[in-house]
């Protein structure tokens, strides 16, 4: 990735890195904030950054960068699948959901917190776990929507009168009456 920022943005390249010392710094705060997704991904996103703006990106465009290479696997915005997730109706996991990824990061936030707390507090905690579900799949992991569990299917036959009589006895005897 720097060295395509080298090679496009020569000059800038050079004034905002004189050194290798301060380089390197900045490679290490790079890789921290950009670990959560794969090396094509990164690279993606760097090319869309050298054909979209003439000046070198800053990290923070680089990761907006990286998040628009999200829509491409069908991943909302991170605020829009909040929103998708809060305004939700129940039964949750019967809903059509956008993605995965938004469904368990709401599951693991908590439905109830999402509905009940404001958006100052419970964003931040929806967006972490959006996160986590994100690099998932930018690592090749298909998510799914766990079924709800289904309720038996089995017919009742009423009991005989003699076995209901049996039963009512022994109730009888177990309560006392």
Known sequence: MFALFRLNYHNQYYAA???????????????????????????????????????????????????????????????????????????????????????????????????NNTERTSWPVFKAHYEQYCARVLRGETLEIPRPAALEKHAAAPLAPEEQLAHLRALREQTGL
């Open 17 to 115: 890195y004189p050194s290798a010392e301060q380089l390197n710094q900045i490679k290490k705060l790079w890789l921290e904030s950009l670990s959560v997704y794969p090396v094509e991904h990164i690279l993606k996103g760097a090319r869309h950054a050298i054909e979209n703006s003439e000046y070198l990106p800053t990290l923070n465009r680089m990761l907006e960068c990286c998040q628009q290479g999200l829509s491409d696997l069908g991943l909302p915005h991170p605020h829009d699948a909040y929103v998708e997730a809060c305004r939700a109706a129940s039964p949750k996991s019967a809903q059509a959901w956008s993605h995965a990824a938004v469904y368990l990061a709401g599951r693991d936030s908590d439905w109830f917190f999402l509905a």
